[in-house]
Protein backbone atom coordinates (compact mmCIF):
# COMPACT_ATOMS: atom_id res chain seq x y z
CA UNK A 1 0.00 0.00 0.00
CA UNK A 2 1.31 3.70 -0.92
CA UNK A 3 1.05 5.35 2.82
CA UNK A 4 -0.81 8.22 1.00
CA UNK A 5 -3.55 5.97 -0.24
CA UNK A 6 -6.62 6.49 2.61
CA UNK A 7 -7.28 3.51 4.05
CA UNK A 8 -10.78 2.76 2.34
CA UNK A 9 -9.44 3.37 -1.23
CA UNK A 10 -6.45 0.81 -0.19
CA UNK A 11 -9.09 -1.80 0.52
CA UNK A 12 -11.44 -1.13 -2.08
CA UNK A 13 -8.50 -1.59 -4.41
CA UNK A 14 -7.20 -5.13 -2.80
CA UNK A 15 -11.06 -6.18 -2.86
CA UNK A 16 -10.68 -5.75 -6.55
CA UNK A 17 -7.13 -7.67 -6.96
CA UNK A 18 -9.09 -10.32 -5.13
CA UNK A 19 -12.38 -10.06 -7.12
CA UNK A 20 -10.38 -10.43 -10.45
CA UNK A 21 -8.31 -13.22 -9.45
CA UNK A 22 -11.44 -15.43 -8.53
CA UNK A 23 -13.26 -14.62 -11.96
CA UNK A 24 -10.05 -14.56 -14.30
CA UNK A 25 -7.16 -16.76 -12.48
CA UNK A 26 -4.81 -13.09 -13.11
CA UNK A 27 -3.21 -11.34 -9.97
CA UNK A 28 -3.54 -7.53 -10.94
CA UNK A 29 -0.30 -6.01 -9.48
CA UNK A 30 -1.50 -2.15 -9.75
CA UNK A 31 1.34 -1.96 -13.25
CA UNK A 32 -0.60 -0.06 -16.16
CA UNK A 33 -0.31 -2.96 -18.14
CA UNK A 34 -2.53 -4.59 -16.48
CA UNK A 35 -5.27 -2.32 -17.29
CA UNK A 36 -6.26 -4.57 -20.61
CA UNK A 37 -7.80 -7.37 -17.81
CA UNK A 38 -9.42 -4.33 -15.92
CA UNK A 39 -10.97 -3.40 -19.04
CA UNK A 40 -11.61 -7.36 -20.46
CA UNK A 41 -13.14 -7.62 -16.29
CA UNK A 42 -15.40 -4.43 -16.06
CA UNK A 43 -16.73 -5.27 -19.68
CA UNK A 44 -18.43 -8.33 -17.92
CA UNK A 45 -19.98 -6.92 -15.56
CA UNK A 46 -24.05 -7.40 -15.79
CA UNK A 47 -25.50 -4.43 -16.07
CA UNK A 48 -28.82 -5.55 -15.19
CA UNK A 49 -27.51 -6.57 -11.59
CA UNK A 50 -27.22 -2.71 -10.24
CA UNK A 51 -25.52 -3.65 -6.51
CA UNK A 52 -22.75 -6.11 -8.30
CA UNK A 53 -22.32 -2.89 -11.08
CA UNK A 54 -22.18 -0.36 -7.89
CA UNK A 55 -19.53 -2.64 -6.47
CA UNK A 56 -17.20 -2.76 -9.40
CA UNK A 57 -17.40 0.60 -9.96
CA UNK A 58 -16.16 1.55 -6.49
CA UNK A 59 -13.15 -0.98 -5.78
CA UNK A 60 -12.40 -0.67 -9.63
CA UNK A 61 -12.44 2.86 -9.68
CA UNK A 62 -10.22 2.59 -6.52
CA UNK A 63 -7.79 0.22 -8.04
CA UNK A 64 -7.84 2.28 -11.62
CA UNK A 65 -6.97 5.54 -9.64
CA UNK A 66 -3.80 3.76 -7.66
CA UNK A 67 -2.61 2.29 -11.34
CA UNK A 68 -2.86 5.87 -12.53
CA UNK A 69 -1.39 7.69 -9.25
CA UNK A 70 1.94 4.96 -9.35
CA UNK A 71 2.46 6.02 -12.29
CA UNK A 72 1.34 9.70 -13.15
CA UNK A 73 1.29 11.13 -9.26
CA UNK A 74 -1.72 12.61 -7.72
CA UNK A 75 -3.81 12.71 -4.32
CA UNK A 76 -7.25 11.58 -3.88
CA UNK A 77 -9.75 13.81 -2.69
CA UNK A 78 -12.85 12.07 -0.78
CA UNK A 79 -16.40 13.35 -1.25
CA UNK A 80 -18.57 10.62 0.99
CA UNK A 81 -19.31 7.59 -1.86
CA UNK A 82 -16.90 5.98 -3.77
CA UNK A 83 -18.55 7.59 -6.91
CA UNK A 84 -17.99 10.93 -5.87
CA UNK A 85 -14.03 10.41 -5.02
CA UNK A 86 -11.88 12.05 -7.40
CA UNK A 87 -7.87 11.98 -8.16
CA UNK A 88 -6.41 15.68 -8.62
CA UNK A 89 -2.99 14.64 -10.53
CA UNK A 90 0.07 17.39 -10.52
CA UNK A 91 -0.87 20.26 -12.55
CA UNK A 92 -4.42 20.10 -11.58
CA UNK A 93 -5.89 17.81 -14.39
CA UNK A 94 -8.80 15.76 -12.12
CA UNK A 95 -11.42 12.88 -12.97
CA UNK A 96 -13.23 10.62 -11.43
CA UNK A 97 -11.71 6.78 -11.35
CA UNK A 98 -15.36 5.56 -10.24
CA UNK A 99 -16.72 7.57 -13.68
CA UNK A 100 -13.98 5.79 -15.60
CA UNK A 101 -14.72 2.92 -14.73
CA UNK A 102 -18.65 3.23 -15.09
CA UNK A 103 -18.14 4.53 -18.62
CA UNK A 104 -16.01 1.30 -19.36
CA UNK A 105 -18.52 -0.71 -18.28
CA UNK A 106 -21.01 0.69 -20.02
CA UNK A 107 -19.11 1.22 -23.72
CA UNK A 108 -20.18 5.27 -23.19
CA UNK A 109 -21.33 8.23 -20.99
CA UNK A 110 -23.58 7.41 -18.33
CA UNK A 111 -25.88 9.67 -16.48
CA UNK A 112 -24.97 8.52 -12.96
CA UNK A 113 -21.51 9.46 -13.34
CA UNK A 114 -19.11 12.11 -14.28
CA UNK A 115 -16.95 10.44 -16.97
CA UNK A 116 -14.99 13.44 -17.84
CA UNK A 117 -12.05 15.00 -17.29
CA UNK A 118 -11.43 18.45 -15.29
CA UNK A 119 -8.88 20.96 -15.71
CA UNK A 120 -7.74 24.43 -14.34
CA UNK A 121 -9.19 27.12 -16.29
CA UNK A 122 -5.95 28.36 -17.71
CA UNK A 123 -4.97 24.75 -19.04
CA UNK A 124 -8.60 24.01 -20.28
CA UNK A 125 -7.84 24.82 -24.03
CA UNK A 126 -4.57 22.89 -23.87
CA UNK A 127 -6.48 20.02 -23.06
CA UNK A 128 -8.73 20.48 -25.05
CA UNK A 129 -6.34 20.89 -28.01
CA UNK A 130 -4.69 17.98 -26.93
CA UNK A 131 -7.83 15.96 -26.90
CA UNK A 132 -9.39 16.85 -30.16
CA UNK A 133 -5.45 16.41 -31.64
CA UNK A 134 -5.93 12.61 -30.65
CA UNK A 135 -6.23 10.06 -33.70
CA UNK A 136 -9.87 9.00 -34.05
CA UNK A 137 -11.42 5.97 -32.19
CA UNK A 138 -14.72 4.38 -31.65
CA UNK A 139 -16.26 5.36 -28.56
CA UNK A 140 -15.86 1.94 -26.83
CA UNK A 141 -12.04 2.67 -27.62
CA UNK A 142 -12.33 5.86 -26.16
CA UNK A 143 -14.14 4.65 -22.69
CA UNK A 144 -11.98 1.78 -22.31
CA UNK A 145 -9.33 2.19 -19.29
CA UNK A 146 -6.43 1.60 -21.27
CA UNK A 147 -7.43 4.29 -23.71
CA UNK A 148 -7.75 6.49 -20.67
CA UNK A 149 -4.98 6.00 -18.89
CA UNK A 150 -2.91 6.61 -22.01
CA UNK A 151 -4.44 9.74 -22.55
CA UNK A 152 -3.81 10.84 -19.30
CA UNK A 153 -0.70 10.22 -19.94
CA UNK A 154 -0.52 12.65 -22.94
CA UNK A 155 -2.56 15.00 -20.90
CA UNK A 156 0.60 15.06 -18.64
CA UNK A 157 3.02 15.34 -20.98
CA UNK A 158 0.94 18.49 -22.07
CA UNK A 159 0.81 19.52 -18.55
CA UNK A 160 4.57 19.56 -18.14
CA UNK A 161 5.26 21.21 -21.46
CA UNK A 162 3.13 24.03 -20.51
CA UNK A 163 4.85 24.21 -17.53
CA UNK A 164 8.04 24.28 -19.25
CA UNK A 165 7.18 26.82 -21.60
CA UNK A 166 5.87 29.09 -18.60
CA UNK A 167 9.06 28.84 -16.73
CA UNK A 168 11.04 29.62 -19.99
CA UNK A 169 8.84 32.60 -20.80
CA UNK A 170 9.88 33.75 -17.30
CA UNK A 171 13.37 33.70 -17.53
CA UNK A 172 13.24 35.48 -20.52
CA UNK A 173 11.28 38.43 -19.45
Known amino acids: MNPDTPREIDEYAQNLVEYVERALGVRLDY???????LDHYVRQVPTDHPGARALVIATAGAYYGEVVRARVGGSWVEHGEPGNWRLVLPGG?????AGFVAAAIAGGEVDDYDTG??????MRHHFEAALDAMAPMTEREYYSLS???????????VVLARAAAEKAKGRRE
Open 31 to 37: ASETLPV
Open 93 to 97: LSFSP
Open 117 to 122: FDAPPK
Open 147 to 157: TRFDTIEHLQD
